[in-house]
C-alpha cells in the first residue's frame, strides 16, 4: 500500500522537535549540529528572534488577502530589492521553481513582444533549477528528466566550462542564457568571474538576455548579497529563493526595466506569491543580510571555515580530496562515496547534505558562531577517522 505521504524522498530516520540557531534537536533528545541550514534555507539560523518577532507580528494582523489587492509588506520587500540590486521590477513567488517557470516565460514573452523567433535558451550540464515541467527541461539531465516527456522544447544543454562550445552555440536564434553562478546540486562549482563577464559580453553582443539563478547562492550566501556582485555584472532577469525567506516560503524574480516591460496585467499570476506573512519575515531577513557588516563576517567566517577544512583535507586523504566553493557555500570533494560521509557526519552528530559529483555541501547559517564552526569541523574529522578505522 501506497504511504499517506507521496514516498518521492528517501528520508532519514530522523524527526526534528525544536531548532535554535545552528542547532536541531529530535524527538528523543539528540542535538545536532546544523550544516544543511534546510539547503542553504535558514540564513540565519533557526528561530532567529527577529525573525519570530516579524512573522508573530505580522499573523496577529494579517495573513492572505491574494493580489487582488494592493500588500504594503510586498511593496517594501520589493523596494529593499530594487534598491539593493540592479533590478527595476520584482514578482513574488513561493519557491524557487516558481521563479524558474516565470522566468522562462519571461523569455519567451519578451521575444514574443519583440517580434523576434528566437526559440533557444542555452543551459548547462549539471544545472538545478526546480522540478517543474520548465524546470527539468531547462536542466535537461536524464535523472531530472526520464519518464516525463515530451519535455518543453527549446533548451539547450551545453557542457560545463565548455567555452567552444559556448561560442558555437551563442548565435542570433538564442533567446537567454540560463546559469547559476554556482551550482549547488550539481557539486558546489563556481563560474569563475571571468566565465560570469564572458557570457555578459556575449547576451550583449547579440542581444539576449542573461538569466541568472540564485536561488541557491544568493542572499549574501558567497559574501556579497548576490553571486554575480563578485564579477562586476548584472543579469536582465534573476532569480530568489530559499534563503530570502529564512525559512519561510519565498521567492522571487527579479528583472530589468528592459526584460520586466513584456510582463503586463494578465500575464502571470500567483495566489499566495507575496503574501504579507511572507514579505514581513523577508525585509527582516533583507534588513539583517543586506547590511555590508554581515556580509563583511560572512566572507571573514569564509576564510576560517575555508583554512579548517583545507586542513581536514590534508589530514584525511582517505575521505577528502578537495575544498571547493566561496563564501558559506562550500563543499568537500570525497574520496569514497559522499553517502557514506554524510551518514558518518550524521552518526557524529552533524548534518551536511549531499551533492553531485561526489561532494558533501556545507552551507551552514550565515550568521554561524566561530565556535559552531570550529565544532563542526572536529565532528567531520570525527566522522572522516570512524570511516578509515570501520
Known sequence: MIPSVLPTYNRTPLTFVKGEGSWLTDASGRRFLDLGAGIAVNALGHAHPALVQALGEQAAQLWHVSNLYEIPQQQALADALVDATFADSVFFTNSGTEAAELAIKMIRRFWHDAGQDRPTILTFEGAFHGRSTGAIAAAGSA?????????????????????????AAMDDSVAAVLIEPIQGEGGIRPLPEACLKGLRAACDKTGALLVLDEVQCGMGRTGRLFA?????????????????????????????????????????????????????????VMEIVADPAFLAEVTRKSGLLRQKLEGLVAAHPDAFEAVRGTGLML???????????????????????????????????LNIPDADLAEAVSRLDHAAAALETA
Not at 267 to 274: E, K, M, P
Request: aromatic content about 6%; hydrophobic content about 45%; glycine content about 14%.
Open 143 to 167: 535523472k531530472m528528466t526520464d519518464g516525463f516527456g515530451p519535455l518543453m522544447p527549446g533548451f539547450k544543454t551545453l557542457p560545463w566550462g565548455d567555452h567552444d562550445a559556448f561560442e
Open 228 to 284: 554575480h556582485e563578485w564579477a562586476g555584472i548584472a543579469p536582465d532577469i534573476m532569480m530568489v529563493a530559499k534563503g530570502i525567506g529564512g525559512g519561510f516560503p519565498l521567492g522571487a524574480v527579479l528583472a530589468s526595466e528592459r526584460a520586466a516591460a513584456c510582463m503586463t496585467a494578465g500575464t502571470h499570476g500567483s495566489t499566495y506569491g507575496g503574501n504579507p506573512l511572507a514579505c514581513a519575515v523577508g525585509l527582516k
Open 331 to 365: 563543499g568537500l570533494k570525497c574520496a569514497r562515496p559522499n553517502t557514506d560521509l554524510v551518514a558518518a557526519a550524521r552518526d557524529a552528530g552533524l548534518l551536511v547534505v549531499p551533492a553531485a559529483d561526489n561532494v558533501i555541501r556545507l552551507l551552514p547559517a
